[in-house]
């Protein structure tokens, strides 16, 4: 049976930490993930899914959105089921999840050394525009 997309769940913590922390080792401090995920919980936990094989989470998706423009974070899947579709099956959800909040354009970024995760967005129809990504770290 291969695995389907659903909300998160508060059960699926402790699998989601092990995901992204298997996925971004290299994330700052302030990307902890259960830091991210009680965050998230607080804000908006219905923009929050996985991929699930039976108990085993095996990709996970942040979705945002404001009301103007829907954004997409941490996706994640395990290194043993990559180029499963599991990725365009959480970046799908999400699409038509923000779609049907109102949502017309999603945003997201991606690392620019992460030319794997790009080619990956590109084919699911993302394209580079042409900004300035700027950021500020609050509180630090």
């Known amino acids: 049976m291969p695995a389907r997309v659903r909300r998160f769940a508060p059960r699926d913590t402790d699998t989601v930490v092990a995901l992204w922390e298997t996925c971004f080792p290299d994330d700052p401090a302030r990307n902890e993930p259960r830091a991210v995920i009680e ?3 607080a804000r908006d ?13 095996v990709g996970a998706l942040l979705g945002g959105y404001d009301g103007y423009r829907g954004w997409l974070y941490h996706l994640a899947v395990a290194p043993h ?3 499963e579709g599991l990725a ?7 699409i038509l999840e923000l779609q049907t909040l109102g949502c017309v354009k999603v945003n ?8 794997e995760v790009i ?7 993302f394209v580079r525009d042409e900004t300035v990504d700027l950021g500020r770290v609050i509180g630090s």
């Open 88 to 94: 365009t099956a959480l970046i799908d959800r999400a």
């Open 108 to 115: 997201l970024q991606v690392r620019s050394s992460n030319t």
């Open 39 to 41: 965050r998230k919980l």
């Open 81 to 83: 089921r990559r180029r």
């Open 119 to 125: 080619d990956l967005y590109e084919a699911q129809g």
């Open 45 to 57: 936990p219905d923009l929050f899914w996985v991929a699930a094989d039976g108990d085993e989470i």
